[in-house]
């Protein structure tokens, strides 16, 4: 995984921008990071904003959630930056993120749920890996996860 061949020469894990949604999915996306070399981890937490109606929540319960996601990610790589981002569309805020902070790969776990639910959300998952500006490595889940 971090052939110096990949993403242009460089190290693919050298800096890693590791999208999570709160406590509990970001401590298991960094166990699952762990086991990797990495060098840099950026934690990134996605604000969704409403776009002309409501936000889902308050941008103050929205901020406590990232620095509770933040924290737990610490608590595996304690030298990991943070980014927050403010979007509507998820997927879109990690491409940005990507590039802002110069990260080399998008690092995710995969949340689980059924197609239905999917389909009726939309799968960010299909977008991280058919459009993402950096290569994305899909983490793997734990057993107790399933």
Known sequence: ???????????????????????DDALATARALEPYETGRVTALHVVEKGGGVPDKTPVEQ????????????????PDADEHTAYA???????????????????AYRSRGGNRLVKLLSGDISTELVTDAPVPVVALPRAEADE
């Open 62 to 77: 929205s901020e406590a959630l990232a620095a509770e996601s933040y924290a737990a990610v610490r608590t595996v790589f």
């Open 1 to 23: 995984m971090t052939s110096p061949d990949d993403a242009g020469g460089q190290d693919l894990l050298a800096h890693v921008l590791l999208p999570v949604a709160n406590e």
């Open 88 to 106: 509507r569309d998820v997927a879109e805020a990690i491409f940005d993120a990507a590039v802002e902070t110069d990260a080399s790969a998008i």
